[in-house]
């Protein structure tokens, strides 16, 4: 059976980990393939509350395989605060596996990130601060730790202090920081390579073992395409690649082992941090959004921006990814609207019309979102457990997107509950509708 990328659509925080929770269920496992604990997400079983930040999802199902892929940057100490509270919890943590190439943010990571910011003053990209940035960085320099240094105080000694030598300057306010010190962080970091020991393991490996076997797994992105690094809207983009395409290599599988990609996207949009954002509303609208969809960050607990569903950027996605099936969340929130707007193309500083996601960075900028507006409807939908229980004009928003984007939408959020979605008749022509795969 296939492998299946669920990544998502728009700027991040599309209910992309509730999402793939919900479908880790049918795989037999599921790995993060890049981004690290700049991303969150909360799991509500029963009246117990989770909040994740860098284990997959899918953790609590009981030994499922939960995989940390080699394109993941790990915070060494959040992931083990992570695995204590699960355990705290009586969570068995067996499944849990990380790649030993993954690399590790080390302590002078986040001192970084946050003197860029503050060096970039009015211009800064509004990062989470945990050291993502610099980390990717020092990989693609070749100055990376790596989960494998863990477990050898030589090796992990010498990165460190080659690590550390050509930040001198940009280290020396900190020279007095504690968590500096080589021979600290050296022991520190040895500590949590003994804790994270038996879970280290060769995890493109197990993937294609199973893969090779005919099981399913679950390639879960973080973020969302517009904050991707090559495609995004940079500088105003997150370090990594969260579009399908790296499921490939942050896992070590071949395009070959992807049969599905699902696109995750809200039913209206949403971003956090500097950047354009076409359709962002800065009225009360916008604030009805944030309100009634409890529009506050996982990670750092800051106010998203919200705007109007933009079909421009989501269609892009959706090429960009080679989307096959969209899954729209939240679509709740937007009851009680009578109109609702959707951006269908931009309108330029000049007054050209773009109908495709603008490349340049000027036009981009300046873009303003043209919308239409279409009927909205007044029912609660919280209770609605298939198409059929939508009012018209719910759906009829729904055949809007499928229409624009090309691509069908097969599964709809209508509520925080693991139960409140619906699976639409195309949702159940894929591998991971109910009586489809079983793990
Ligand atoms: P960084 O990933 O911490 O470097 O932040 C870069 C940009 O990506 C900032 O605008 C962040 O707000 C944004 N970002 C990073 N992770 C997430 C996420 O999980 N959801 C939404 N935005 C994110």
């Given at each position: 059976?296939?492998?299946?990328?669920?990544?998502?659509?728009?700027?991040?925080?599309?209910?992309?980990?509730?999402?793939?929770?919900?479908?880790?269920?049918?795989?037999?496992?599921?790995i993060?393939?890049?981004?690290?604990?700049?991303?969150?997400?909360?799991?509500?079983?029963?009246?117990?509350?989770?909040?994740?930040?860098?284990?997959?999802?899918?953790?609590?199902?009981?030994?499922?395989?939960?995989m940390?892929g080699?394109?993941?940057?790990?915070?060494?100490?959040?992931?083990?605060?992570?695995?204590?509270?699960?355990?705290?919890?009586?969570?068995?943590?067996?499944?849990?596996k990380?790649s030993?190439?993954?690399?590790?943010?080390?302590?002078?990571?986040?001192?970084?990130?946050?003197?860029?910011?503050?060096?970039?003053?009015?211009?800064?990209?509004?990062?989470?601060?945990?050291?993502?940035?610099?980390?990717?960085?020092?990989?693609?320099?070749?100055?990376?730790?790596?989960?494998?240094?863990?477990?050898?105080?030589?090796?992990?000694?010498?990165?460190?202090?080659?690590?550390?030598?050509?930040?001198?300057?940009?280290?020396?306010?900190?020279?007095?920081?504690?968590?500096?010190?080589?021979?600290?962080?050296?022991?520190?970091?040895?500590?949590?390579?003994?804790?994270?020991?038996?879970?280290?393991a060769d995890t493109a490996?197990i993937a294609?073992?199973?893969?090779?076997?005919?099981?399913?797994?679950?390639?879960?992105?973080?973020?969302?395409?517009?904050?991707?690094?090559?495609?995004?809207?940079?500088?105003?983009?997150?370090?990594?690649?969260?579009?399908?395409?790296?499921?490939?290599?942050?896992?070590?599988?071949?395009?070959?082992?992807?049969?599905?990609?699902?696109?995750?996207?809200?039913?209206?949009?949403?971003?956090?941090?500097?950047?354009?954002?076409?359709?962002?509303?800065?009225?009360?609208?916008?604030?009805?959004?944030?309100?009634?969809?409890?529009?506050?960050?996982?990670?750092?607990?800051?106010?998203?921006?919200?705007?109007?569903?933009?079909?421009?950027?989501?269609?892009?996605?959706?090429?960009?990814?080679?989307?096959?099936?969209?899954?729209?969340?939240?679509?709740?929130?937007?009851?009680?609207?009578?109109?609702?707007?959707?951006?269908?193309?931009?309108?330029?500083?000049?007054?050209?019309?773009?109908?495709?996601?603008?490349?340049?960075?000027?036009?981009?900028?300046?873009?303003?979102?043209?919308?239409?507006?279409?009927?909205?409807?007044?029912?609660?939908?919280?209770?609605?457990?298939?198409?059929?229980?939508?009012?018209?004009?719910?759906?009829?928003?729904?055949?809007?997107?499928?229409?624009?984007?090309?691509?069908?939408?097969?599964?709809?959020?209508?509520?925080?509950?693991?139960?409140?979605?619906?699976?639409?008749?195309?949702?159940?022509?894929?591998?991971?509708?109910?009586?489809?795969?079983?793990?």
């Open positions: 059976m296939p492998g299946i990328v669920i990544v998502g659509a728009q700027w991040g925080d599309e209910g992309k980990g509730k999402l793939t929770d919900l479908l880790a269920e049918r795989a037999d496992a599921v993060r393939f890049q981004g690290g604990n700049n991303a969150g997400h909360t799991i509500v079983r029963g009246t117990q509350e989770w909040k994740f930040h860098l284990i997959p999802s899918g953790i609590l199902y009981p030994r499922k395989l939960c940390i080699n394109g993941v940057v790990i915070d060494p100490r959040v992931l083990i605060d992570e695995i204590n509270t699960l355990r705290d919890r009586r969570i068995d943590v067996g499944g849990l990380i030993a190439n993954a690399h590790l943010i080390m302590p002078y990571h986040l001192l970084l990130d946050s003197a860029g910011e503050a060096r970039l003053g009015k211009l800064q990209i509004g990062t989470t601060r945990r050291g993502i940035g610099p980390c990717y960085a020092d990989k693609a320099a070749r100055l990376g730790i790596r989960v494998q240094d863990l477990l050898d105080e030589k090796i992990l000694k010498k990165k460190i202090a080659a690590a550390l030598e050509p930040k001198r300057l940009s280290l020396r306010p900190f020279a007095k920081d504690p968590s500096l010190d080589l021979h600290a962080m050296t022991e520190e970091y040895l500590i949590y390579g003994h804790r994270l020991e038996q879970h280290i490996r294609w073992e199973l893969l090779d076997d005919g099981g399913t797994v679950l390639f879960e992105g973080a973020q969302g395409a517009m904050l991707d690094i090559d495609h995004g809207t940079y500088p105003f983009v997150t370090s990594s690649n969260p579009v399908a395409g790296a499921a490939c290599v942050g896992a070590g599988v071949g395009p070959r082992d992807i049969a599905e990609v699902w696109g995750v996207t809200k039913a209206y949009t949403t971003r956090v941090g500097a950047g354009p954002f076409p359709t962002e509303l800065t009225n009360a609208q916008g604030d009805r959004l944030r309100e009634r969809g409890g529009e506050f960050g996982t990670t750092t607990g800051r106010a998203r921006r919200t705007g109007w569903l933009d079909l421009v950027a989501l269609r892009y996605a959706a090429r960009l990814n080679t989307l096959t099936a969209l899954a729209v969340t939240k679509l709740d929130v937007l009851s009680g609207l009578e109109r609702i707007e959707v951006c269908t193309r931009y309108r330029g500083a000049e007054g050209a019309e773009f109908e495709h996601f603008p490349y340049h960075q000027s036009v981009l900028h300046q873009a303003v979102a043209e919308t239409i507006e279409v009927p909205g409807w007044s029912e609660e939908l919280g209770e609605c457990r298939s198409e059929a229980d939508l009012p018209t004009a719910a759906r009829e928003y729904l055949e809007l997107i499928t229409q624009t984007t090309g691509v069908p939408v097969a599964l709809v959020g209508v509520g925080p509950g693991r139960d409140q979605v619906i699976w639409t008749q195309a949702g159940e022509e894929s591998e991971l509708a109910p009586g489809g795969v079983t793990a």
